[in-house]
């Protein structure tokens, strides 16, 4: 059953909490990439990974870390220093096309951060 | 000005109708474009891609494209009340490996 994982479904964080998200995908992806996802609202990008042991920041990187020392796992973070995360948090990975260079990304089934 | 901008909706059609949907993106050397559709609660799903000038069609999905106008377009043929949903506009430029994701448009198809 190939695809990609995200767990918890729903995380609950209390103040000053640092919280951990899990992605995980076996489709043998080289790319990898956390969005955020607030009420009505687009995806914006956190982190991405073209490789192991290598990642960039995306556009709203402050108050959260990753790190890729597995291909099959990104792993998120949510620290303390991230004072508004309640939010929709979707993990995904990219197939790299063959001719004309299209590539397509693919979600997990998200993770819901709610602060108590 | 959003780098991809589409109208929030809801873009409310009558079953059997045709849906029209479009995008706007500011990066002229973008490349690649691609329309998910997003139910409520749950994670997109890759429905269209699309990268050269014209229309590509899949099933009851066309996409068409723009580059000269810089927008990119949905359009859903025979709407079904299981196409209600919103959908959501991504656009890949040359400079990097990442998308960038328009708002999105909540469509809604009346029985």
């Known amino acids: 059953d190939g695809g990609i994982t995200q767990s918890p479904k729903y995380l609950f964080r209390k103040e000053g909490q640092n919280v951990t998200l899990s992605c995980e995908q076996n489709?043998?992806?080289?790319?990898m990439y956390w969005y955020r996802q607030d009420p009505g609202q687009g995806l914006r990008l956190i982190y991405y990974s073209q490789i192991v042991n290598d990642f960039q920041k995306g556009d709203i990187a402050e108050g959260y870390s990753v790190s890729r020392e597995k291909k099959e796992s990104f792993p998120l973070t949510v620290t303390s220093a991230q004072k508004n995360p309640t939010a929709f948090y979707l993990c995904?990975?990219?197939?790299?096309?063959?001719?004309?260079?299209?590539?397509?990304?693919?979600f997990g089934p998200g993770t819901r951060l709610l602060v108590l | 000005q959003k780098e991809v901008e589409q109208n929030s909706g809801p873009l409310s059609v009558p079953e059997g109708a045709i849906a029209s949907l479009n995008c706007t993106y500011s990066?002229?050397?973008?490349?690649?474009f691609f329309w998910y559709r997003q139910y409520s609660g749950k994670s997109p799903e890759l429905i269209m891609s699309?990268?050269?000038?014209g229309d590509k069609e899949d099933g009851r999905f066309t996409a068409q494209l723009n580059k000269a106008s810089q927008y990119v377009s949905l359009l859903i043929r025979d709407s079904q009340p299981s196409d209600s949903a919103t959908y959501l506009c991504?656009?890949?430029?040359?400079?990097?490996?990442?998308?960038?994701f328009g708002g999105g448009t909540r469509v809604l198809v009346k029985p």
């Open positions: 990066d002229r050397v973008s490349q690649s």
């Open positions: 991504a656009v890949k430029s040359a400079a990097g490996n990442k998308l960038t």
């Open positions: 699309i990268y050269s000038n």
């Open positions: 995904a990975s990219r197939r790299s096309g063959t001719s004309g260079g299209i590539e397509t990304q693919y």
């Open positions: 489709l043998n992806h080289d790319a």
